[in-house]
């Protein structure tokens, strides 16, 4: 059985989002694809999701088990190796087993790993969301700011640094600045690696002028994301303190076709990751 597993969240669109992939996801690979959130969704009201209630991993887990299924794969819908997908997945994992043992999982990939194909591609992906801005608002010269959610793990941040560098290069011509931002971080100087927060941002050259393009690393809408999102919210009211910064959102990377294409790599690797038993 094969699991698509995010953070998961309290917003009816993140959640029907993550099944929209796992329905495209399925077409794709030929294999039934869940989605498979690990946390929050659960506290969706039925009547936001036609009436259906979603389930977390632990629990579609549990009801696959009950039936005798006993091995499963986890396709994690993440852009880097998180902590929840790291530290919390794991311990829920052999927290699981001890009242339900004798079963195999397959953590496969998270999107972004250290091979230059999987940057490439989603490069290619947020290069394609910019330039749509551009075309759409008639942007001649504009700067770029690549904001995800922030992390407390050095290697999540490193990778969002890494597909921000090769954005840059991919505007190299246009003389493009591109800089990555946070949208949250953890108190503490070891935490520092966040900075700068988009709020932040916006308030220096070059992106405190002129047209400043934002392009949101997120998969669905939620806290941050989408109509509403803190987003938005931070950049109205950098606007109404410079009146000379206008800035444009991208949409989002949840439903860009090439997603799947990285979610197709991430299965057809699967053979290469150890299966777990417990």
Not at 120 to 125: F, P, Q, R, V
Not at 154 to 175: G, P, T, Y
Request: net charge negative; aromatic share 6%.
């Amino acid at each position: 059985m094969i699991f698509l597993t995010d953070n998961g969240s309290i917003r009816a669109a993140a959640y029907k989002n993550l099944g929209n992939i796992a329905h495209d996801l399925s077409k794709v690979i030929g294999e039934t694809v869940i989605p498979a959130p690990l946390l929050h969704a659960d506290k969706i009201a039925p009547n936001e999701l036609d009436g259906k209630s979603a389930k977390l991993l632990e629990v579609l887990l549990a009801d696959a088990y009950d039936v005798g299924i006993r091995d499963f794969t986890i396709l994690p819908l993440f852009f880097g190796p998180s902590a929840a997908l790291v530290d919390y997945l794991p311990r829920r994992l052999s927290i699981f087993s001890k009242k339900r043992s004798g079963f195999t999982i397959r953590i496969l990939n998270p999107l972004v790993s250290e091979k230059e194909d999987d940057t490439a591609l989603l490069t290619d992906l947020l290069t394609e969301r910019v330039e749509h801005v551009a075309e759409e608002f008639g942007l001649q010269h504009f700067n770029i700011i690549l904001v995800d959610h922030g992390s407390p793990r050095r290697e999540v941040n490193k990778i969002r640094n890494r597909i921000a560098r090769c954005l840059s290069e991919r505007f190299e011509v246009h003389d493009v600045e591109v800089r990555p931002a946070s949208m949250e971080r953890r108190s503490g100087t070891e935490y520092d690696f966040n900075e700068p927060l988009l709020e932040s941002s916006l308030s220096q050259p070059p992106h405190s002028s002129g047209d400043t393009v934002i392009a949101q690393l997120f998969f669905s809408p939620g806290r941050h994301a989408g109509a509403g999102g803190d987003i938005a919210t931070i950049c109205k009211k950098a606007e109404l303190e410079n009146s000379n910064l206008r800035t444009y959102r991208t949409k989002l990377v949840g439903d860009h076709p090439k997603l799947i294409d990285l979610l197709k790599l991430r299965w057809e690797e699967r053979n290469e990751i150890p299966m777990t038993h417990y």
